[in-house]
């Protein structure tokens, strides 16, 4: 089984910091890319960051220059800085884990639980 465990959401003003962290566990043969979602009230879940294996990125226009993803392959972890948060950054964030499992060559979508970013004065 794999599981995808998030941290680090929480409430903070406009114009702050946040980090957020997901460390993939179970029996993974390999990685191909993770990446965070978001998704507001009444809104269709949208892509925020992606990283590949090799550290290609990818980055909404809402969030470039912003944002950073990056990634410590060994631990099997995936970061989120976010910086210079904004009112509409609110949202529930997902991270997402494309990889083979152990046993395997097929290549499957994981999700965590998701950890709730709000950002309010």
């Known amino acids: 089984q794999v599981q995808l465990v998030e941290s680090g959401g929480g409430l903070v003003q406009p114009g702050g910091s946040l980090r957020l962290s997901c460390v993939v566990s179970g029996s993974i043969f390999k990685i191909n890319h993770m990446g965070w979602y978001r998704q507001a009230p009444g809104k269709q879940r949208e892509l925020v960051a992606d990283?590949?294996?090799?550290?290609?990125?990818k980055y909404a226009d809402s969030v470039k220059g912003r944002f950073t993803i990056s990634q410590d392959n060994a631990k099997k972890t995936v970061y989120l800085q976010m910086n210079s948060l904004k009112p509409e950054d609110t949202a529930v964030y997902y991270c997402?884990?494309?990889?083979?499992?152990?046993?395997?060559?097929?290549?499957?979508?994981?999700w965590g639980q998701g950890t709730q970013v709000t950002v309010s004065s």
């Open positions: 990283i590949t294996d090799g550290g290609i990125t």
């Open positions: 997402n884990a494309a990889l083979y499992q152990s046993g395997t060559f097929l290549l499957r979508n994981y």
